[in-house]
Nanobody
């Protein structure tokens, strides 16, 4: 079992930045793909950004490309999502998810992940 924990959410104004972190209790993310999803009220959960098992091929949703950056530390003890130039439409609960066997082409599909965190709220005011 992998237990994930997100942190770093909060209330900010449009144009501000936030950094979210996802940590795995008692282990590293080595050999796991780690992805951020988000869910706004009344909407389906959507893919935001993902880091492959190798960490070499970050992928992004078009809506966040150029504003958000996903990265893992050298030991892959945590994965961060740096969010810049935040917009009100970025308001959502952000979840990190991890999986040891997922392939790149499936990373945008939330049904493919075995492990999830509890989520952290991000609210961007206009």
């Amino acid at each position: 079992q992998v237990q994930l924990s997100e942190s770093g959410g909060g209330l900010v104004q449009a144009g501000d930045s936030l950094r979210l972190s996802c940590a795995a209790s008692g282990r590293t993310f080595r050999n796991y793909a780690v992805t951020w999803f988000r869910q706004a009220p009344g909407k389906a959960r959507e893919f935001v950004a993902g880091l492959t098992r190798s960490g070499a091929n970050p992928i992004y949703a078009d809506s966040v490309k150029g504003r958000f950056t996903i990265s893992g530390d050298n030991a892959k003890k945590k994965v961060t999502l740096q969010m810049n130039s935040l917009k009100p439409e970025d308001t959502a609960v952000y979840y990190c998810a991890a999986d040891a066997t997922i392939i790149l082409s499936s990373m945008r599909d939330d049904a493919q992940y075995d492990y999830w965190g509890q989520g952290t709220q991000v609210t961007v005011s206009s």
